[in-house]
């Protein structure tokens, strides 16, 4: 082999953060998704909309 595991490793470190940063953002993404979801299915009020809908 040309290059052993280590240096393999460490050639590839710059690629390895990169995508931890990746995935930091995706994961942020999908726990604001949740969180937003969350809040309107909480903010909904039923009541109202039956309301509106009579009304129209």
Do not use: D
Request: charged share 10%; aromatic share 14%; no cysteine.
């Amino acid at each position: 082999l040309t290059y052993s595991f280590v240096e393999a490793l460490v050639a590839s470190h710059p690629g390895f953060i990169v995508r931890l940063v990746g995935g930091g953002f995706f994961l942020t993404g999908m726990l604001l998704m949740a969180y937003n979801t969350w809040r309107t299915v909480r903010a909904a009020k039923p009541a109202e909309y039956e309301a509106a809908a009579q009304i129209a």
